[in-house]
């Protein structure tokens, strides 16, 4: 039901957002659930015939109402919603004579809100730009058209290269960036400070980096607004990064979460000091993110991951734990995603321990607070390199106390 439901809005939006008037997101979804309705009922009944008179009876539906439309030119906009919700709720109700009676109550519940929120539903698709609708389908594409025709086994020395794996960390980081996303279209432009820096560190805390960078170009006393927005962005991927981990590898999580958390934490004291230390009240507009589903950039990270695969299983075998710790700076200078999950998918196979895991995690993060604090420095005024630098410096010299002297008892 719940795939029934995605789906019949996904297309529906697409309908909708193309302004095909026959039937919109709420039609389709609706259209979609009472297929999968009539097939649980034909089920039941060993009868298939159900469905084809459920599929005739939409059929003539269209059929009317189109005919409707060409003789009425004053009917400017005849939806089938009602017409479709009264032929559902027709075969909801033989369900609940026989299937599952929570799963009918949870069903009906849907078909009303549908029904309610038609307003805030169409509102919704007519805020999107061609960019957004780009952005859905690319995702659509990554997740539901590569993903199941690749291929569920390993490949490569070291036989740690499985394509389907390696994409599934793809869909991963994609939904990632995709909510964060989301949440800046659902949200006003001018949402705060705070707020800049939590979606910027869910989309992306390098692109923020660099976006506020250059922004104290244009505007030199904003150095400090644009140093806090960018060091909660990096807070946040410490978030991202326990996240990615409680996805790939949940049995180890207990054992990573408690240091990285302290030093999400320190990192959160250090972005609160420096918001009361900000007296430049002025809040700045989220930038417009980029496209998060890009064909293109979930290609690069692919390959990015993979290759740190066969990274980390050479290092291993050649150099030891040294080696792991130079892969885990290098990569981390540009993409902390990368080596997080490769680190994960080695402590699913039972070749790391998690001790070490997530040391190399933090040393991914502090080198990417490095590569930042780089582009900082280059891109922004020297009023935004010295602040950018000294939070980034307190944060790091923490996080290398933290790998010398955690506890190796102190787990959930």
Known sequence: MGIALGLGLLVGMQR???????????????????????????????????????????????VTVNFIKQKDKEI?????????????????????????????VALGGMIALLLHYKSRMGQFVDNLDPKDIRAIMQFVAITLVILP?????????????????????????????????????????DSGTIANGLLGGLISSTATTVTFSRRTNEMPKAARLAAFIIMTASAVSIVRVLVEVSVVSPQSIKTI??????????????????????????????PEPNNPAQLKS????????????????????????????IVSFISGLTDVDAI?????????QGNLDSQLAWKLMLVAALSNLIFKGGMASVLGTKSL??????VFALSIVFGVFLIFLWPETWVF
């Open 76 to 104: 400017q906009d005849l939806g089938q919603t009602t017409e479709v919700a009264f032929l559902l709720m027709y075969a909801l109700g033989v369900y609940l004579s026989f299937g599952n009676l929570n799963l009918g």
């Open 385 to 390: 390199s010295k602040y950018v630098w000294i």
């Open 298 to 325: 979930a290609l690069v990270f692919g390959f990015l991951y993979a290759f740190i695969l066969l990274a980390v299983a050479a290092a291993k075998d050649y150099f030891g734990e040294s080696g792991l710790y």
């Open 149 to 189: 025709i690749l291929p569920n086994q390993t490949y490569g020395p070291y036989d740690v290269l499985n394509p389907r794996e390696v994409w599934l960390m793809v869909v991963l980081i994609v939904s990632l960036s995709m909510i964060g996303y989301i949440i800046y279209k659902v949200l006003d432009k």
């Open 340 to 348: 997080t999950l490769s680190l994960s998918q080695s402590l699913n």
């Open 257 to 286: 979460a408690p240091p990285l958390i302290a030093e999400f934490v320190f990192m959160v004291l250090v972005c609160t000091g420096l918001y009361f230390y900000n007296r430049n009240k002025e809040t700045q507009e989220l």
């Open 16 to 62: 909708e957002y193309k302004q095909h008037r026959v039937a919109g997101i709420r039609t389709f979804a609706l259209a979609t659930l009472l297929g999968s309705i009539t097939g649980l009922i034909a089920e039941h009944f060993d009868a298939g015939i159900i469905v084809a008179i459920g599929g005739l009876c939409l059929a003539l539906l269209l």
